[in-house]
């Protein structure tokens, strides 16, 4: 077997032979780094060559002169120290070492200095994988990275120490547990790189590898886009289970977790969902979705029996506000329940599986109609009860409720109480009514407008989700809540209602 | 006539009692208090532990043939993949912990030293002989002791031990820790053991400046030995403490700091680059001069260079952090004294040259292995100044370039000084002659398997190749290859070593007292020595110098070297 892997492997080293030695041994530069170290890198190349050929000239040269013959039994005279000869051969490399120390230290400062406007990109790491977050919370295994455009990498370990190492890019720091370590650079050409992690961080060490790739700003801008929707495919609205098993290996579960009932570093998740747990502490309890959900959110507060306690801590991973991130954690446990025979309604999360079909439908959210109106008001002209009802259900199945609170308080975005109605200051200096137009607007290009105040950080996944003819119903439930906590809603901003 | 009375002084002492053959139980050996014996038992357990050593780096290359791991490698699932290449690590982890800390470290002062320094120096054994023989068996203790944890959970760690990862694994890293605490002692206990020798027992007329180099760095190594080695301690004590208790030393998860670690770690660490390399040097120091039948170019340069390197030895330990977020001041400070100290360790390669210059050199074995020496140095020497240039150094920080450097100065360097010494004291150690065709036979294979093996790495770390990883692009293959063939070509060398040093055990031609016509003490003697070294005490001249070789001669009818000047007395009082 090991002979036949050997034979299998030969063919596929003449190619490579061709093109050994790259770049005077260094991979083909892709950063601003890349010249400088190169120019250091070539002047030591033959410093070296210079020295170590000298020395093995003259070991032969001397061995062959100066040989012990029959009739040279002794060495000639010459003199066993020579003060000035001394001086110079120390002097010598001296001079020599002590220009490739200002060098090395010139580039070095370059590399420590970042210059101010940079694009800032989020690189975790753990055992044993990476994951890249970007401003517009998209989450990657790939590092995509602008050309000619300063990025700054901040780096954190979730576990052990690990080494952030690009050849191409002429960059490596360490990721010390603890820490915020941060680096910068500058791509200058197109491609395809890898990146390795260079400190040794345990089993899977050598496969902490991540492809790295460097495109245009406009090439860029795409991949980001294409990186933040991870609920929608080709148009399509992914079901939940799928985006959570995109996620088990975005956030690097796998590293430990298993999906076929192999043996890992933490429990395997098949067959998990709805089946009995034993704990470390003794006890036996039910795989249900509150205790999914706690496993991930603190995974040392329930040990499964047999297991050590190194899960890291992923709250803070599941980038973006807080809706993302439950509504990613949902995907996640809908993903582990996919994986079980025993999976149940209890077990599973309450957000539907496939977005937009149970909830609506469901008779669950013929209760909450009286309770809404009642909240409201009722004042003003009649609410749409289940209408609304299924707008409030949406408000917190889709995890808006994560930013915007429906009682006044603030939140990560503006409240939606006395929303309707009330003029809004923007970030662009203008002052805009909350009319239906507007709402719906604000909804489905949350990055279009921003309300002065916030960040622009909703994520631009509902556009995909409520827009298109296909959601109107689902949009327009939403925005009837909206009015539902207003005390100034009135035609103008409800959503047109009759034919 | 001198020649004949030698002559017959040597047949007479070959038929004395000599220390091999003084006592014959195993007691008398394992409970010896004679430095040459213990010197031998060093010898022997090192030797085996190397051989361990030697397998396990086998075995690392043979995993490398292929880029998924020929040896370990995963079934199809990534988890299988972990679990395999988990071996792997275990694998690397014991071939470095054994190398570094059972045989680069102890074995040159442990065997040759121990072996020689007496000799070397006039006296009758070292300072202490009882804390001599606790070395050693603190040295086999401390080496059961990681057999043990090797057999209990084989640690995956790294010999570098690095928090948190060291915290974290459930290998047997405390007991493995606990057997590398015993071997420290074991060096600080020789280190002590041969400065009070030096101080102490010179003989009349040993003056420092009378003293063969090898004295000079054994010295040097032993001030690092006694001073750096309990850093070491303390270190693996705390990390002991902090895996037993989790206090959060070191652990970021309880508020520790991992870089701290790495500080002590390297504080003993770098300086043990030089209790590795300084020894060594010494040896090359008395074969190059020897075989060159001419005196040592700048004596002086040469010893005091050794205490320099020792001394700012320390205050370059840095040079191992320059990516791990030490701040910019730190690394400049460490970059510009690693460039400091390399610079005598580059003039004592010119020292070595001028030696040659105008010699009459004569390439036997030993001198073969000195050559070797001196070309692989210079190549490991040069690929550690770039290491210490910091932006370089971010390129090249773990990657195969620095296990390439550090193979050429601990490998091409340390341990063919080690092999050039065995070769050159063998004939004092056991009284006999190997066969000269195949020991140089062994060692230029030897030479050409070396650069095989570590100047791929040197190449394709420069590519971006990592360190330590079991699996890696098939971009790489080809260096890969190309190494691996070179570690198969290093094992048939030493398979060819050990038979003719077998051979020489039991079949050997007997060794003449002064077979290369060396100018130090312990060729004055007979070979293999009394059990009390010298039969009277040596008196030393005013005029002696251990680089002298125009007194002596080479004699056919004995196959070695013999005085041609008159002086008094038989062995024992020498002029020039
Ligand atoms: C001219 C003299 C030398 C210089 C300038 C030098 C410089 C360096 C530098 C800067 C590094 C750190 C590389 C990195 O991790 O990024 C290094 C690593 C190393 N050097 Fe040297 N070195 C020299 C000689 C030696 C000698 C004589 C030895 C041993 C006999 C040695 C053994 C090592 C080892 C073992 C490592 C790596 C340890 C590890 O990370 O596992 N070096 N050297
Ligand atoms: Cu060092």
């Known amino acids: 077997m090991i002979l036949s892997n050997l034979l299998q492997t030969h063919a596929s080293l003449i190619g490579p032979l061709s093109k050994m030695a790259g770049d005077w041994w260094l991979p083909k530069g892709a950063s601003t780094f890349s010249p400088e170290v190169r120019f250091l890198w070539i002047l030591f190349f033959c410093i070296t060559v210079f020295f170590t050929s000298l020395i093995v000239v003259l070991t032969v040269f001397f061995s062959i002169r100066y040989r012990r013959t029959e009739n040279r039994q002794h060495a000639d005279p010459s003199p066993d120290h020579n003060t000035p000869l001394e001086i110079t051969w120390t002097v010598i490399p001296l001079i020599i070492v002590m220009v490739i120390f200002a060098l090395g230290f010139k580039y070095y400062m370059n590399m420590n200095v970042p210059p101010t406007n940079t694009y800032n990109i989020g690189v975790k790491a753990q055992k044993w994988s990476w994951t890249f977050t970007y401003p517009n919370h998209a989450v990657s295994k790939t590092l995509y990275l602008p050309l000619n455009r300063a990025v700054k990498l901040s780096m954190t370990s979730a576990d052990v120490l ?56 406009a090439k860029f801008a795409e991949y980001l886009k294409a990186a933040a929707n991870i609920w929608v495919h080709n148009g399509k609205t992914l079901p939940l289970a799928q985006v959570g098993r995109e996620l088990y290996s975005t956030y690097g579960c796998n590293g ?38 706690q496993a991930i959110l603190y995974p040392g507060r329930k040990l499964v029996k047999g297991y050590g306690n190194i899960m890291p801590d992923f709250y803070n991973d599941f980038a973006g506000p807080g809706h993302t991130r439950n509504r990613r954690l949902n995907a996640m446990i809908w993903y582990i329940n996919s994986l079980s025979n025993k999976a149940n309604s209890a077990s599973q999360p309450k957000i539907p599986n496939i977005p937009g079909t149970k909830a609506m439908s469901a008779p669950a959210a013929g209760k909450a109609p009286a309770k809404t109106t009642a909240a409201s008001g009722g004042a003003k002209s009649a609410l749409p009860a289940a209408t609304v009802a299924m707008g409030e259900k949406l408000y917190s199945t889709l995890g808006c409720n994560a930013c915007h609170t429906n009682n006044g308080k603030p939140g990560a975005g503006p409240t939606w109480k006395n929303l309707a109605g009330y003029p809004q200051a923007l970030t662009n200096g203008k002052t805009e009514v909350a009319d239906y137009k507007y709402i719906r607007y604000m909804i489905l290009h949350p990055d279009k407008k921003v309300v002065k105040g916030f960040a622009p950080i909703m994520p631009a996944i509902y556009g995909a989700q409520l827009g298109g003819a296909a959601n109107q119903k689902k949009l327009d439930a939403i925005i009837w809540y909206i009015n539902s906590l207003s005390d100034k809603r009135g035609p103008s901003t409800e959503p047109p209602t009759g034919k | 006539m001198a020649t004949i009375s030698l002559h017959e002084a040597d047949a007479a002492v070959g038929k004395r009692k000599n220390y091999l053959n003084q006592t014959t139980t195993i007691r008398s050996w394992l409970f010896t208090l004679d430095h040459k014996r213990i010197g031998l038992m060093y010898l022997a357990a090192g030797l085996t532990l190397f051989f361990i050593g030697g397998m396990l780096a086998e075995v690392i290359r043979t995993q490398l043939l292929v880029p998924t791991g020929l040896i370990f490698h995963g079934t199809g699932t990534i988890q299988s993949s972990y679990a395999a290449y988990k071996h792997y690590n275990q694998v690397f982890t014991l071939h470095g912990i054994i190398m570094v800390f059972m045989v680069l470290v102890p074995m040159i002062p442990g065997a040759l030293g121990n072996f020689a320094l007496p000799l070397m120096l006039g006296a009758k054994d070292v300072a202490f002989p009882r804390l001599n023989l606790l070395s050693f068996w603190l040295y086999i203790s401390g080496a059961v002791l990681a057999v043990i944890s090797t057999i209990m959970g084989a640690v995956d760690t790294g010999w570098t031990f690095y928090t948190p990862y060291s915290i974290d694994t459930s290998t047997y890293v405390v007991l493995m820790v606990s057997g590398i605490f015993l071997l420290g002692f074991s060096s600080i206990f020789t280190g002590l053991n041969f400065i009070v020798t030096i101080h102490k027992l010179r003989p009349f007329g040993m003056t420092w400046f009378r003293m063969p180099l090898f004295l000079w760095a054994t010295y040097a190594t032993a001030v690092i030995q006694v001073a750096a080695t309990p850093v070491l301690g303390v270190t693996l004590l705390l990390l002991i403490v902090e895996r037993v208790m989790g206090i959060g030393i070191f652990n970021p998860a309880l508020g520790g700091n991992p870089v701290l670690f790495q500080h002590f770690f390297w504080f003993y660490s770098h300086p043990a680059v030089y209790i590795m390399i300084l020894p060594a040097m010494g040896i090359i120091s008395e074969i190059v001069p020897t075989f060159s039948r001419k005196h040592i170019f700048g004596y002086e340069f040469v010893a005091f260079s050794s205490l320099a390197i020792a001394l700012i030895g320390f205050m370059v330990w840095g040079h191992h952090l320059f990516v791990n977020g030490q701040s910019a001041e730190l690394d400049a400070i460490f970059s510009f004294l690693t460039f400091l100290v390399a610079v005598p360790s580059a003039v004592k390669v010119w020292n070595w040259l001028a030696t040659m210059y105008k010699g009459a050199i004569k390439l036997d074995t030993p001198m073969l292995y000195a050559l070797s020496f001196i070309i692989l140095f210079t190549i490991g020497g040069l690929t550690g100044v770039v290491l210490g240039a910091l932006a370089e150094d971010v390129v090249l920080h773990d990657t195969y370039f620095v296990v390439g450097h550090f193979h050429y100065v601990m490998f091409g360097g340390t341990i063919i000084a080690m092999l ?35 100047f791929p790495q040197l190449m394709v770390g420069a590519y971006g190749m990592p360190r330590r990883y079991a699996s890696y692009l098939p971009k790489y293959q080809p260096y890969m290859v190309a190494s691996t063939i070179g570690a198969y070509v290093q094992l048939v060398a030493f398979l060819i070593m050990a038979s003719y040093l077998l051979h020489s055990l039991f079949r050997g031609k007997k060794a003449p007292v002064n077979p290369w016509g060396s100018g130090s003490l312990e060729w004055t003697t007979s070979s293999p020595p009394p059990t009390d070294n010298f039969d009277t005490i040596p008196v030393i001249g005013d005029h002696y110098d251990p680089y002298d070789y125009s007194h002596l001669q080479f004699d056919p009818a004995i196959g070695g070297y013999v005085h041609t000047e008159e002086h008094v007395g038989p062995h024992h009082v020498y002029h020039r």
């Open chain 1, 162 to 217: 690990h080494g952030f190492w690009i050849p191409s890019l002429s960059i490596q720091k360490d990721v010390v547990p603890g820490r915020v370590m941060t680096i910068w650079l500058e791509p200058t050409r197109v491609g395809r790189y890898e990146l390795q992690c260079a400190e040794y961080c345990g089993d899977g060490h050598s496969l902490m590898r991540s492809p790295v790739i460097v495109a245009s700003p």
């Open chain 1, 256 to 293: 430990c977790h298993t999906a076929d009932g192999s043996m890992g570093t933490g429990p395997t998740w098949k067959n998990l969902a709805g089946n009995q747990v034993q704990l470390a502490n003794g006890q036996t309890v039910t795989a249900d979705y509150a205790y999914l959900r």
């Open chain 2, 420 to 454: 050039g010494g065995i070769h050159y004291w063998w004939p004092k150690m056991f009284g006999k002659m190997y066969n000269e065709f195949w020991a140089r036979t062994a060692c230029i294979l030897l030479f050409i398997g070396v650069n095989l093996t570590f």
